[in-house]
């Protein structure tokens, strides 16, 4: 009998959709990029969802994220985000973390349980800590470059992180993990140069004179498509894992 994972199931087959459902998947961060992959994991039967995220959504949001309503303003991301997947997904189970992940917050996070770890925060610190611990528990992880300062979404490659190149925040991660002794990582990130933003634009009333400069110009059309690609690269590993499967 059809149901609401049945066109995705003609693709994976029943077994990997069983993989799906009892898969457990960390997102840290769920703005432009993080909030696709939640959305397209839980459209495609994930059937535990672990999201992490301290923000509250705001005004600025709203050009590109897909939690961000004017409904949802003022609210925090990972609630939004939980009553979006359970209305896609009543039986999903959806675990949420209003924190920053930094290495001062990493205690609260056991490492072990994910299949998979999705890092899509912008902080290098953080980021190295999410890598640094799914390793070292043997999860899975990939990693989320920069998708600020983009107009073009054809230019997102998936790549090993040594094999990166143009991306300035790609570049600071190479050297980061090097020091780490974390010999490869996979990420998406792109090729195109990043465009300087425009200082004489409005920026909302949030968001200070001092910090604009600092700021990256974004689209909905950019961030977006990284964390489709993403969530379609943890999907896919998923369904290798144990597999025979070798369609992809």
Do not use: W
């Not at 675990?95 to 902080?123: G, K």
């Amino acid at each position: 009998m059809p149901n609401q994972f049945s066109r995705t199931e003609l693709l994976f087959g029943k077994e990997n959709m069983t993989k799906f459902k009892n898969a457990r998947v960390a997102v840290f961060g769920i703005g432009g990029v993080g909030g696709y992959v939640v959305e397209a994991l839980a459209r495609s039967g994930i059937g535990a969802l672990d999201l992490i995220d301290a923000d509250k959504i705001s005004l600025s949001n709203i050009n590109r994220q897909i939690f961000a309503l004017k409904s949802t303003l003022g609210r925090y991301k990972t609630e939004v985000a939980k009553e979006r997947i359970l209305d896609i997904n009543p039986d999903a189970i959806v675990n949420t973390y209003n924190v920053f992940y930094l290495p001062e917050t990493a205690d609260s996070f056991d490492f072990t349980l994910y299949d998979y770890v999705v890092d899509a925060i912008d902080t290098v610190t953080g980021k190295l800590e999410i890598i640094e611990q799914a390793k070292k528990c043997n999860a899975p992880v990939i990693s989320s470059m920069g998708a600020g300062n983009k107009l073009d979404p054809t230019a997102f490659e998936v790549a090993d992180i040594y094999e990166t190149s143009v991306c300035p925040l790609a570049k600071v991660m190479r050297h980061e993990l090097k020091k780490r002794g974390i010999t490869s990582l996979k990420v998406v990130y792109s090729k195109e140069a990043p465009i300087k933003p425009d200082e004489n634009a409005d920026m909302p009333k949030e968001e200070s004179l001092v910090l604009k400069k600092r700021i990256p110009g974004s689209v909905a059309f950019v961030p977006s498509v990284a964390g489709l690609i993403i969530a379609g690269e943890v999907l896919k590993d998923i369904a290798k894992k144990d597999s025979d499967i070798n369609a992809f």
